[in-house]
């Protein structure tokens, strides 16, 4: 399958809107997505950007049935481990389920692995998505929560907002 990773750049937000609700819909979440294509404008293509991101792409010739010729895509920031040092958190990683194990996720992850001389690769996936797993732990990967037994916690909504007062 021919196929290229690059950059994302303010005009794949539109085709990256589309791939978010496509995974929600796939996690069974699709109600909680709130980020818009502007949203994603702002935040990702501002002067300090909160998220980078990389796209897939096919040629013309292998596009969808709907005409869509990027595939997949994956959404990270730089983080910093205060043991090993630079690290990034993947957000997401998704790759169209008509284009799955054609060396697509694979590609995209390889790319962010070799960013800005990170040690390490963070992120979540789902305890009921199996071929999921069965990827990231073909590919070296470890679950920190069975191995070292880190939880990931979030605080949202009026919990924020009570913790941020003084």
Request: glycine content about 8%; charged content about 25%; hydrophobic content about 35%.
């Amino acid at each position: 399958m021919d196929f290229s990773i690059r950059a994302a750049n303010v005009e794949d937000c539109k085709d990256i809107a589309r791939m978010i609700r496509e995974l929600a819909e796939y996690e069974k979440v699709a109600d909680n997505v709130r980020v818009t294509q502007r949203d994603l404008e702002q935040d990702g293509f501002s002067k300090n950007p909160f998220f980078h991101g990389i796209v897939a792409e096919v040629p013309e010739q292998h596009r969808t049935k709907e005409g869509h010729t990027k595939i997949g895509y994956a959404l990270y920031f730089y983080s910093y481990s205060s043991w090993t040092g630079r690290a990034i958190y993947m957000e997401d990683l998704y790759v169209m389920p008509e284009f799955r194990g054609k060396g697509i996720g694979k590609a995209l992850m390889s790319k962010l692995g070799l960013a800005a001389g990170c040690n390490q690769l963070n992120f979540t996936v789902l305890d009921w998505n199996k071929s999921s797993l069965d990827f990231y732990l073909s590919q070296g990967c470890f679950d920190i929560t069975d191995k070292m037994g880190y939880h990931c916690m979030r605080c949202e909504g009026e919990a924020l907002e009570h913790l941020a007062q003084p």
